[in-house]
């Protein structure tokens, strides 16, 4: 049990979906890897199709991910946040300390990573500065106005739950970026005003400049210098990658005082610019600032400035080297599936009224009366306590929070000693989180 679970778990009763969505998958051949692709509400996005396309191609599975949500924010139906999002489309300030804080728990991402074998996180919109460790305002700049708050939380979990787990990771622009704030990285928000700043010349070498404002922007090609003894130069085997597809206006200022090593970099006038970062801390998690994916489906399609990019096979390299990762950790997962069989499972019980937000018992009424039910379903289980809340625009509320755990059980018995502590309780839902253990008493 992690101390951090203790010290900042806030627990909010509310609804969140922990099925994998399953209406956008590749065909299902279950000697393949399964490849996770992290939520995103736009799958006609190249980023998202390109990264689908690949992974077939190289022979794996992939599956979208559900959206994971944060038990310290409120959701409506539609999975939209109701508190929390600035006027901009980014996270609040308040939201996004809670988010960093808490990473993955009280969420779903356990249960949305549960049959996947590595996660892609994809390229899109800028990340929501709110969740820099270094909180800063937006750049201000409109016509770069790109923010999703729903995205940034599902991201942000999913990734903080990947990396505790060491779930492989894949992350492509955003998703490298991704990596880096997760990480503690300071972040360029714009990357042309930075070369200004700097008094340094910039020609768009990361993204090409519209030639009207309604024509397609193509992907930018540049090389990448590769640092040896790293993930990125095992697959491509050399210490310099031409051609890589280049979309993106933000990037990693740095990696300093961060599990993070640069393994990727171009020198644009004298800058060097980050282009790829791995965290030395983990077996396989790696974030690259261009698009091998592109290449693929710019070869695949016969587009035709396909040789302005890194070659089919150099792509390629990328996606299959994922897989050979998501074979292994899948070999340790069934291996410490077959070690420990024990399965306990972790209640989280808040005691605020879901009606009026009051605590609905003393904490030792709340106790008292967990205990008495669970006694008439079980012959043993442990109750912890932890500090619990959520926000709710500018206002923090706070919720004494009962953490139960429970094993040499089911499913079936969870849910019915569930419905009597929620009808008592007087709650929405309780979170459950069911892990993989092995059960031992230690006497010394």
Partial sequence: ?????????????????????????????????LIGIAWRADTDSEFYTNICLAIEKAGGNWILLSQVKSADLKYDKNGKLKKGVAKTGALTNAAGKLIRNNTWYGSNAAEAVADVDAVVFTGGEDISPSLYYKQKKWHGIEEELDYNAERDVSDYLTMTYCLDMDIPILGSCRGMQLLGVVSGSEVI??????????????????RNVKATPDSYRDYASHDVIIAKKSHLYNIVGKTKLTGCPSWHHQALLNVDDTRLKVTGSVNINGVEMIEAVERTDKTFALGIQFHPEVSVNKNVNNIDNADEYMSMKKAMKFFKYLLAEASEYRARKNADAEKFTDV??????????????????????????????LLKHFGGYTIMEADGGWIDGDIVYKEYTLVIYLSDTDEESIHKVSDELIKVFNQSAIMIQANPTKTEFYGG
């Fill in 189 to 206: 928000q714009d990357i042309p005003t930075y070369f200004e700043s700097i008094g340094v010349e910039y020609n768009y070498e990361h």
């Fill in 1 to 33: 049990m992690k101390k951090k679970m203790l010290s900042f778990l806030l627990v909010i009763v509310l609804c969140i979906g922990v099925t994998n969505v399953d209406a956008f998958a590749s065909e299902s051949d279950v000697s393949k890897p």
């Fill in 344 to 373: 306990q499972y972790v209640l989280y019980l808040g005691t605020n009224d879901k009606d009026t937000n009051e605590p609905v018992f003393s904490p030792e009424e709340a106790k008292e009366k967990a205990k008495e039910i």
